[in-house]
């Protein structure tokens, strides 16, 4: 289903397309973009099924007309999936075949002809030339809506001719609740949200990941025997970890580790504590290493996921970090 109703943690661009339509102010062209798993086609989704709902009441898709059960099944004839066909980048006769050919006709059946271009960041200068012509001197019944992770790849000549809205990381306790909605005990819906950076759609991800779950647990067990080990067996354990460099949850996982400990050191409040599988460990920890120390941890965390940004070796960013906490 999608239906603005069902959109967690952007509201304000809900309300903004919502008074578009009740205003009548509809665009042409609207850039939707956010992180992987923000809810980018969501948006677009629920913003298409409305536009072409018969029986729209204050803004939202009825689901029962002809228009919404057609969309609902992905058949409805006046909206438009547009994708790379030949390579990982949307190229100009996609955009020739897909868009600029169907735009010369009118809709269908409904008030508009609306086109979702998914992965709109991987539009070649010249698939975004040719797609500038119909941004220019768009049809009254065109609606395009492009959905990106960045903004940077786009032609100044395209961003001024769309409305672009930002959807945010959402906090984690949105997440949360919309997990628990979902049918995730609280437990794990907590964990999943914090592990997320902020997108439903990555926390859902994770929680299906079992070697997400894998990694996890060969980290947190590389964090406990830290302290028991010679300078050797760190470098060893630097390289084992180097398996997981594609994960970018990797140091997070270190991150909310030592900050479990760190929070239940100062505060005494299992309650706190986000790993709750790990309370156990997370409380030796706070024996064995004083706050002082925890806040080193966790300072020398931050700053080795900026070097890997850097293109630092993943390897010798690892060892560096491991025999700095040790050294803490």
């Known amino acids: 289903m999608a239906d603005f109703k069902d959109i967690t943690g952007h509201e304000q661009i809900v309300k903004s397309l919502k008074e578009s339509i009740k ?67 949307i190229s100009v006769d996609d955009i020739r075949e897909q868009v600029i050919e169907k735009v010369k006709t009118k809709p269908y059946s409904y008030n508009y002809k609306i086109f979702i ?24 019944y065109v609606v ?4 990106s992770q960045s903004m940077e790849s786009f032609l ?7 409305v672009v809205m930002k959807l945010r990381p959402i906090s984690a306790h949105k997440i949360k609740e919309y997990m628990i909605k979902l049918g995730f ?13 902020g997108s439903i759609g990555e926390a859902i991800r994770l929680s299906k990941d079992e070697d997400f779950y894998t990694m996890r647990q060969d980290v947190i067990n590389c964090l406990i025997k830290l302290d028991s080990l010679d300078t050797a067996s760190v470098m060893l354990m630097a390289k084992d970890i180097e398996k997981y460099k594609l994960y970018p ?40 290493l004083d706050e002082k120390a925890v806040s080193k941890r966790l300072e020398a965390i931050l700053n080795v996921k900026k070097q890997i940004k ?3 070796p993943f390897q010798l960013s690892a060892e560096v970090l491991f025999i700095n906490m040790k050294e803490n």
């Open 144 to 147: 395009i809506m492009l959905l």
């Open 249 to 288: 949850e990797l140091f997070d996982i270190m991150y909310m580790f030592y900050r479990d400990v760190l929070c239940y050191k100062v505060l005494k409040d299992e309650e706190r504590i986000i790993e709750k599988d790990k309370t156990e460990d997370i409380k030796k920890q706070a024996k064995l």
């Open 156 to 162: 100044p000549t395209v961003l001024s001719r769309c």
């Open 117 to 140: 271009i998914d992965k709109a960041d991987t539009l070649t200068v010249q698939a975004q030339n040719a797609l500038l012509k119909t941004l220019e001197e768009p049809p009254k």
């Open 310 to 312: 850097q293109n630092t």
């Open 23 to 89: 205003n009548n102010m509809v665009s042409h062209a609207y850039i939707f973009c956010g992180l992987k798993g923000s809810g980018k086609k969501l948006v677009a989704d629920a913003f298409a099924k409305v536009l072409n709902c018969r029986n729209m009441q204050n803004e939202e898709g009825c689901g029962k007309c002809h228009s919404c059960i057609q969309f609902e099944s992905r058949n409805n004839p006046d909206v438009f999936y547009v994708k790379a066909t030949k390579t990982k980048s």
């Open 185 to 197: 005990n609280e437990t794990n819906a907590r964990f999943y949200s914090q592990y997320c950076g």
